[in-house]
Nanobody, 127 residues
Framework: QVQLVESGGGSVQAGGSLRLSCATS????????MGWFRQAPGKEREFVAA????????YYGDSVKGRFAISRDNAKNTVYLQMNSLTPEATAVYYC????????????????????WGQGTQVTVSS
């Protein structure tokens, strides 16, 4: 069992930046591909970003390419989401997710069928 705890959410004005963190429990963090999703009020959950178990591969949803960056520190069992040039459309609850990844190349599963989810952290962007 893996527990995921997000932090770093809050309120920011349009154009600003936030960095989200997701700390995980356990000693097998480097065995998981990690991802971030978001859900805005009245909308379905949306994929935001993914990263392979080593961090060598990253992948982004079209709406955040060029503005968001996912990274991980396997020594700290933590994954990050740096969000720049935020717009009000980014207002949502952001969720961290993990997928078991037996191989470095098997990271894509986290984009559609994660095994574990965090509780979410609210991000509010005002205009």
């Amino acid at each position: 069992q893996v527990q995921l705890v997000e932090s770093g959410g809050g309120s920011v004005q349009a154009g600003g930046s936030l960095r989200l963190s997701c700390a995980t429990s356990g000693r097998t963090f480097s065995s998981y591909a990690m991802g971030w999703f978001r859900q805005a009020p009245g909308k379905e959950r949306e994929f935001v970003a993914a990263i392979s178990r080593s961090g060598a591969t990253t992948y982004y949803g079209d709406s955040v390419k060029g503005r968001f960056a996912i990274s991980r520190d396997n020594a700290k069992n933590t994954v990050y989401l740096q969000m720049n040039s935020l717009t009000p459309e980014a207002t949502a609850v952001y969720y961290c997710a993990a997928a078991i990844s037996p191989f470095e190349s098997q990271w894509y599963d986290v984009t559609s069928s994660p095994d574990y989810w965090g509780q979410g952290t609210q991000v509010t962007v005002s205009s």
